[in-house]
């Protein structure tokens, strides 16, 4: 048992109950230990001492000196990621207006993965991804090397899936998401925007014309991809069809 299952079980045998399995299943690819605090209740004890709550108060904290809100790590499940066959998304006023796995609590991002753009370049790596090499984090290429794998198995039945694979629009960029203070995943070394001429954005709707979901990316690329622990953009209402990032946590059972 680890040391924080262990002080979850003590904690829980005290009287604070169990802590929440979405919660105890983050220790596996993340930084920090299961921590119980009274006036916070539980939640994760960061490397650098920040503890950060398992679901935000009502006394303010969980909002940002401007106002908007800061997701918990309950939010980061919030909506569900459904892996599996591609669906429509219903990007009309009457569709749901959420983007399962958007939600990203950076205090624990830049912990696992790096504070600051020279601790996360510090830790990038190598993948080779169809004839070039690319930078990603250490802690995610291996992934990223067997979502290669399985591609290349794929191609051997669907070789039309390679340009979809070639020319890809990169990995590591330390930068914000557009419009936002928010760091974008690719800030951390995490994710990869295949063959942006192949793909569809949200943005790239004109003005005055109303949001519809586009799409064409290949089953067997998305399939390769979710196997591996990466959740898929083109499952988004803001569709990105080229962008895939490392959330595990996302389509592991262990964390449902």
Known sequence: MTAALLLATLLAQAGAGAPPRGLTCLTRWYDGEVQHQPDAGWGLTLSNGVFVPWTSRTDGVGVDPEGEAIPSLADIYEPPYAAGPIVPVDTSDAGSPVDPGRARVEELFRATYGASRDAVQARLTKVRFFGLRYPFHERAAPALERVVARLQEAL????????????????????????????????????????????????????????????????????????????????????????????????????R
Request: charged share 25%; glycine share 8%; hydrophobic share 35%.
């Open 156 to 255: 051997k039945h669907e070789p039309k899936l390679l340009p979809f694979l070639r020319e890809i629009g990169g990995t590591w960029h330390w930068r914000t998401i557009k419009r936002s203070r928010a760091l974008s995943s690719h800030a951390f070394g995490i994710a990869i925007d295949i063959n942006v001429e192949r793909s569809n954005y949200w943005r790239w709707t004109y003005r005055g014309q109303p949001m519809v979901w586009k799409n064409r990316v290949p089953q067997a690329v998305v399939d390769a991809f979710e196997a591996e622990g990466f959740i898929w953009g083109g499952r988004w209402k803001h569709y990105d069809t080229m962008h895939f990032e490392y959330r595990p946590e996302l389509l592991s059972p262990d964390c």
